[in-house]
């Protein structure tokens, strides 16, 4: 079992960005309070753009030889940072025995994978989920002020340093544009919904809206991920608007159904 590559392929596959990201906003709709889903997207956004900035800053080679597709350098591994960021901050959140057992083994099996399949040296996994699940405890600190002092500071501050990194690797480095970009475009539409989010939670909207809104966020997302190899700022701004409707469709959507029934009732 230990030598069966697909196996371990499939492991490296729950590290993939992408699929945190598309995660995260399901969980943003279906979580209790739209500040948890914020946090897990704030944790995706800043650990990934950290991510990009200290492998091409540190420049390091990968080990030879490996059994999957990589480019890139090697330190830090970025499946093991972003997938621990993601589930650090979702077990801090839940304070759930069962998901901390289970973020710990998705998290050691994802290390694990990228060791194996020879993308990543011992040092790179490890120091990618140190670096993580620091990330994954500044995003649930930011949940924290929000729930004692009802401010957005803490995520003002996260998203901040997030596209502040993401100008660094495009502008500085030039590195991994596709990543960066959309990194980019996500992390300045959360800046932008930050300032509704509060308003978006007294309006409660329905599970229908969360579920249209939802679809609707993962193909914006989807088709935002095809403008691959286009400018940056097109790339940017595909995911800025990707993003922006990630937030706020809900809300559209919820006066939007409000007001079809109450039409149906006249």
């Not at 279906?30 to 997207?41: K, N």
Request: proline share 4%; hydrophobic share 50%; charged share 10%.
């Amino acid at each position: 079992m230990t030598n069966d590559v697909d196996l371990w392929i499939l492991w490296s596959r729950l590290g993939d960005e992408e699929f945190y990201i598309i995660v995260a906003v399901v969980l943003y709709y279906f979580l209790p309070r739209l500040q948890q889903g914020l946090t897990l997207i704030t944790a995706v956004l800043l650990s990934g753009s950290l991510n990009i900035a200290l492998k091409y800053t540190f420049n390091l080679p990968r080990p030879p030889d490996p059994l999957i597709d990589v480019s890139g350098p090697s330190f830090p591994s970025g499946h093991a940072q972003i997938s621990s960021s993601f589930w650090s901050s979702f077990s801090l959140m839940t304070r759930n025995a069962v998901i901390a057992i289970m973020s710990a083994i998705i998290i050691m099996g994802i290390s694990s994978s990228r060791v194996f399949l020879r993308a990543h040296h011992v040092v790179d996994v490890i120091f990618g989920a140190f670096v993580g699940c620091a990330l994954g405890c500044a995003s649930y600190l930011a949940l924290r002020y929000h729930s004692n002092r009802g401010s957005f500071v803490g995520y003002n501050v996260n998203v901040g340093i997030a596209v502040v990194l993401s100008v660094y690797s495009i502008v500085a480095l030039r590195a991994e544009l596709d990543s960066s970009t959309a990194l980019l475009g996500l992390g300045l539409a959360t800046l932008t919904a930050l300032p509704t989010l509060k308003f978006i939670e007294t309006v409660k909207p329905s599970t229908l809206a969360r579920m249209l809104a939802c679809v609707i966020s993962i193909v914006l997302l989807l088709g935002a991920h095809t403008a691959r190899g286009h400018a940056p700022y097109v790339r940017s701004a595909c995911f800025y608007v990707a993003g922006l409707c990630a937030f706020l469709t809900a809300l559209a959507l919820q006066k939007f159904l409000k007001r079809f029934l109450e039409k149906s009732k006249q």
